[in-house]
């Protein structure tokens, strides 16, 4: 049902007699009919003829009547036709309900819910919900990094490629990046279920003050004492975390490319850099590490 091609064929007449024999058999026709016969209901302006005639007699030749007449009964044929053309494809083209946020390289993005609850995205992340579905269920689907603050009411879960979170009301964050998952609770209680397969059915629950971190399928448990995501106040913070993933985050923040000694790659990394200054952050990033640092436009090389 529904060959959207074969459709447009029948309705601009450049289907054979054959064809057109053929397709007026399908339920394809029937659907094109009851259209047009919807749209038998809506009629063409009426004309007043003798006044017309009176008044194009005063204006124009007999020629030119005949043409302004012609005009009118083609156009609206292909007003008319418009319409099938237009009803048509509004049936034959799905229409999404799925409504997605995304925040650029340049800053971080914040929006509020159907439900009122507040979400903030950082840099470089995606995230995404059915309209249609809401109501009935509050799940979201993330890509990359945002923290959250979830009115009390239904089951709110936030969906991954790493793992699902699942609250009622609380505020957290979900950091999904490539072999890093991390949730952090703020506030309440939250459930974490992973969807690696090597870690099937893993489900850790956490309090207010709590982390939970994989990186590279390494499972690691924190005690956090801060109230909210350090980045939302313009920080990147982070606490015995390989050097690559510092060094993905500067890239993310700052929209530039690093290369680094492969040998500093699984370095652990404690500290913190600035999201707006350039400089300092590059600074904070290389002397813990005794690292040396030259730019090049969007480029960055460091070396020991």
């Known amino acids: 049902m529904k060959d959207q091609e074969r459709i447009l064929q029948y309705l601009n007449g450049s289907l054979s007699a054959k064809e057109k024999e053929e397709f007026m058999k399908t339920e394809d026709y029937q659907f094109i009919d009851q259209v047009t016969q919807s749209l038998q209901a809506f009629k063409a302006p009426t004309l007043n003829t003798e006044e017309a ?4 007699k005063n204006r124009q030749s007999k020629q030119a009547k005949a043409v302004e007449f012609s005009l009118w009964n083609n156009a609206w044929k292909v007003a ?14 799905p229409k999404s309900s799925t409504e997605q946020f995304v925040a650029s ?12 609850s507040k979400v903030v995205l950082n840099k470089h992340s995606e995230l995404s919900y059915s309209e249609e579905e809401w109501e009935k269920s509050r799940n979201l689907q993330l890509t990359g990094e945002a923290y959250f603050e979830v009115e009390k009411g239904s089951q709110f879960t936030v969906t991954t490629t790493s793992g699902i979170v699942t609250v009622l009301g609380t505020r957290f964050t979900v950091n999904s990046r490539e072999n890093y998952y991390e949730v952090t609770c703020y506030e309440g209680t939250v459930a974490v279920t992973t969807t690696d397969p090597k870690n099937k059915d893993t489900k850790t629950i956490l309090a ?6 994989w990186v590279n399928d390494r499972v690691q448990r924190n005690t956090v004492r ?4 350090s980045w939302e106040s313009g920080f990147s913070d982070f606490e015995e975390v390989p050097f ?3 060094i993905k985050e500067f890239e993310r923040q700052y929209d530039v490319t690093v290369e680094y000694p492969e040998s500093e790659a699984e370095r652990l990394f404690t500290g ?13 990033i290389t002397i813990p590490l005794s690292l040396e640092f030259q ?7 460091l070396s020991k």
């Open 295 to 301: 730019t090049k436009g969007n480029s960055v090389t």
């Open 208 to 213: 207010k003050g709590e982390q939970v971190r």
């Open 272 to 284: 913190s850099f600035h999201n707006e200054d350039f400089n300092s952050a590059l600074k904070a």
């Open 80 to 93: 008319a036709s418009i319409v099938i053309v237009a009803a048509a494809l509004w049936f034959l083209y």
């Open 53 to 56: 005639l009176t008044t194009l």
């Open 226 to 229: 801060a109230v909210h995501p």
């Open 105 to 116: 390289h340049e800053q971080q993005t914040e929006w509020i819910l159907p439900d009122a």
């Open 244 to 246: 690559y993933f510092v």
